[in-house]
């Protein structure tokens, strides 16, 4: 049984995607679903079962999990950037992950997690995955520092050895749609684009980026979970590894990309940024990918164009469509 965590999320529902794609159905969903629109994303998949959150740590915890566990992808995590409940991300990001790394090793089970690009802060330290880098990182919101903490614990316990995480770059693609602000900028401008013809972009307070020309790794989630299959079907490959294109690009590139996909000619303007976000802004993430390269990933990221038409055409020009 491969149990899939944040399941009906956003990349963890394209992970089922991708393991129904390939035949496997064995898949016993973790999420917490409340009242969120999230569950849509569970309606087209094939899985055994569903557990709450909090019911399978405690399962875990009592180590009384009913079934047999081959692999734990674990994508559950609050993604918001802007959380200010730091005691919240502390237990949903950290300690949860680890209590479930522990009982993953323990058992000798597959344990894939996910990190984040946001642990590198405002990328004066560099992109680098490797290894000696990650104690001088600043993540510079508490998203990141809690991701960013767990990444530490493991490599202090020397569980990259035993363990796969992913520092996951700028994902965007189709079941991103119950996200709300944390939505990317692809369904935020098509929505933009259909009800007003044109784009709001942020503008830039550094004389080094010129407005629309920051820049980020935009990675396609189709792509994402091509890796993750992998990574499932080569066990002996641990680390924390980036995952993104290895190719940064503007906002003004991704939004032009939407206008093309769409037929239109692009028009954007551009708006000031809430001061709330002004120290918290990257204005340049772009992954170095010679590690996982080097672990003999067959790394094959579709073009900011390909990715972007394929997600407008077949997906939100679709009435946002499902995978």
Known sequence: MIVVTGGAGFIGSAVVWKLNLEGVDDIVIVDNLGTSVKWKN?????????????DFLELILDDKVPFEVEAIVHMGACSSTTEKDADYL????????????????????????????????????????????SAELRPINMYGYSKQLFDLWALRNELE??????????VFGPNEYHKGDMRSIIHKSF?????????????????????????????YVKDCVE??????????????FNLG????RTWNDLTRAVFAAMGMEPRIEYIEMPESIRQQYQYF???????????????????????????????????????
Request: proline share 1%.
């Open 285 to 323: 993430t772009e992954a170095k990918m010679d590690k996982l390269r080097s672990a003999g990933c067959p790394l094959h990221t579709s073009s900011l164009e390909d990715a972007v038409s394929d997600y407008v055409v077949n997906y939100l020009g679709k009435g946002e469509r499902y995978l």
């Open 161 to 170: 050895k035993k363990i796969t995480g992913i520092k996951f770059f700028n």
């Open 90 to 133: 502390m237990e949903n990001n950290y300690h949860y992950t680890a209590r479930l790394a522990q009982w993953a090793v323990e058992k000798n089970i597959h344990f894939i997690y996910a990190s984040s690009a946001a642990t590198y802060g405002d990328g004066s330290k560099g992109f680098s995955d490797n290894d000696g880098v």
């Open 191 to 219: 929505g933009q684009i259909r009800e007003t013809g044109k784009v709001k972009l942020f503008k830039s307070y550094r004389s080094d980026f010129r407005d629309g020309e920051q820049k980020r790794d935009f990675v």
């Open 227 to 240: 890796v993750i299959w992998w990574l499932l079907e080569n066990r002996d490959v641990t680390g924390i």
């Open 42 to 54: 569970l309606v087209n998949r094939r899985f055994v079962d569903y557990l709450d959150r909090n």
């Open 245 to 248: 294109t290895g190719r940064a």
